[in-house]
């Protein structure tokens, strides 16, 4: 007997790289999945005449959709010469990752996204053609007249459960039909792994609803909050003492362009210093403060240890990208 073994990759969509799957199906008792292929010109990664590009198994777990003994399986893509492909992101994350292991780097990453109707124009509980009352009653409501798209949360929530990803909580957002949930705290490699087939899993649900996925960082413009992915993070000296975490606020201070490029396209359009967030063009960090850039949560100054959030990351970040960064500007 076999089972099916949902190969899962990252394309070369620009700005905001999609992601895609293709099944293989594998012979029963398979734990070492193999090296598989695919057409990078369907996918914006190579041109036709040349189109050849490999997946390469990085983490596997239980496919809480197909259930049984049904697998899927994260992949990074390389060239035919097995060197990691341009969008490879994920190479690098892991050579920084083992290079600063010692420092025994977290992270918590917040994923925030906005359920829309199948047209992918209207997005849940919005009236057709207007706009429902304003923000207020939506975070962590209750009732039919504030919370849109309920099931897919709880339902996504559930196969992450089932399929051994850390997922840490859900919350109904600030906006009708915004959501978030959180992966973690966990190693670089391993919450991003995590956050990605996270994805993967959320569309491949809302699918069943006939509700798209959307992790734009604005998705509707106005007076409405964006969403986006704080990313929560701590080493060991971090969790045993204060001081360190002040450094960190202090090295990311000296590194803010380089962050903000990698943090994910359009979010400019979401960090203008209202809705809860800092301007994109200014830095600062503080206790408790949900408009800097940077957030000490008040519990960690109570404790004088823990983490730091880093709010300006947007919903469409690469989490390889995003951690890696991190950990280079605090740890290098
Ligand atoms: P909020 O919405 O108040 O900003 P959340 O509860 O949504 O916070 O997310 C906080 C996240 O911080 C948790 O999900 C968890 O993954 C992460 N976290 C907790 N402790 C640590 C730590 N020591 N290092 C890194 N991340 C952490
Ligand atoms: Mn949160
Ligand atoms: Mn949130
Ligand atoms: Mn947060």
Same mark, same amino acid.
């Given at each position: ?65 197909? *259930? ?204 203008? *210093? ?59």
């Amino acid at each position: 007997m076999a089972f099916k073994a949902e190969y899962i990759w990252i394309d070369g969509t620009e700005p905001t790289h999609l992601l895609r799957s293709k099944t293989k199906v594998v012979p029963n008792g398979t734990t070492d999945f193999p090296i598989w292929g695919f057409d990078g010109s369907s996918t914006n990664q190579a041109p036709g005449a040349n189109s050849d590009c490999v997946l390469r198994p990085v983490y596997s777990c239980k496919d809480p959709i197909r *259930g049984a003994d049904n697998m899927l399986v994260m992949c990074e893509v390389l060239l035919p010469d097995m060197t990691p492909h341009p969008t490879n992101t994920r190479a690098a994350c892991a050579e920084v990752a083992e290079k600063f292991a010692a420092e025994e780097p977290w992270f918590g990453i917040e994923q925030e996204y906005t359920l829309f109707e199948s047209d992918g124009k209207q997005p849940l509980g919005f009236p057709e053609g207007g706009f429902p009352g304003p923000q207020g009653p939506y975070y962590c409501g209750v009732g039919a007249d504030l919370i849109f798209g309920r099931e897919v949360s709880e339902t996504h929530a559930t196969a992450c459960i089932e399929a051994g990803i850390e997922i840490a909580g859900t919350n109904a957002e600030v906006m009708p039909g915004q959501w978030e949930f959180q992966v973690g705290p966990v190693g670089a490699l391993e919450v991003s792994d995590q956050l990605w087939v996270s994805r993967w899993l959320l569309h491949r649900i809302a699918e069943e609803y006939s509700v798209v996925v959307s992790i734009d960082p604005k998705p509707v413009s106005g007076d409405w909050n964006g969403a986006g992915a704080h990313t929560n993070y701590s080493t060991k000296a971090m969790r045993e003492s204060y001081q360190p975490i002040i450094n960190a606020c202090e090295a990311l201070s000296k590194n803010v362009q380089e962050h903000i490029r990698n943090y994910g396209a359009g979010n400019e359009k979401r960090l203008t *210093g209202l809705h809860e967030t800092q301007r994109i063009d200014e830095f600062n960090y503080g206790v408790s403060d949900r408009g800097a850039s940077v957030r000490i949560p008040w519990q960690v100054e109570v404790d004088q240890k823990g983490y730091l959030e880093d709010r300006r990351p947007a919903s469409n970040m690469d989490p390889y990208l995003v951690t890696r960064l991190i950990i280079q500007t605090t740890c290098g």
